[in-house]
Nanobody, 123 residues
Framework: QVQLVESGGGLVQAGGSLRLSCAAS????????MGWFRQAPGKEREFVAA????????YYADSVKGRSTISRDNAKNTVYLQMNSLKPEDTAVYYCAGDFYLNHVVRGTADYWGQGTQVTVSS
């Protein structure tokens, strides 16, 4: 069983930056693909980014590509999402997800999810 706890959300002006963190419990963290999703009010949850166990493989949604970087520190059991040049349309609750299989993470069917952290970008 893996528990995920996100942090780092908040209110930021357009053009600003935030770094989200997701701390995971468990001793097999590096075995998991990890990802970030977001859900804006009234919208479907959408994929943001994913990363492989060693950190060498990363995937991004077109909406954040070039503005965001996913990374992980396996020694700290933590995955990060650095978001730059934030836009009001980035406003959403951001969720961390983890699974043994990359396609489960990308498709949003991962086994493990955090409770979410709110990101609000003002114009």
């Amino acid at each position: 069983q893996v528990q995920l706890v996100e942090s780092g959300g908040g209110l930021v002006q357009a053009g600003g930056s935030l770094r989200l963190s997701c701390a995971a419990s468990g001793r097999t963290f590096r075995s998991y693909f990890m990802g970030w999703f977001r859900q804006a009010p009234g919208k479907e949850r959408e994929f943001v980014a994913a990363i492989g166990g060693s950190g060498g493989i990363t995937y991004y949604a077109d909406s954040v590509k070039g503005r965001s970087t996913i990374s992980r520190d396996n020694a700290k059991n933590t995955v990060y999402l650095q978001m730059n040049s934030l836009k009001p349309e980035d406003t959403a609750v951001y969720y961390c997800a983890g699974d043994f299989y990359l396609n489960h993470v990308v498709r949003g069917t991962a086994d493990y999810w955090g409770q979410g952290t709110q990101v609000t970008v003002s114009s």
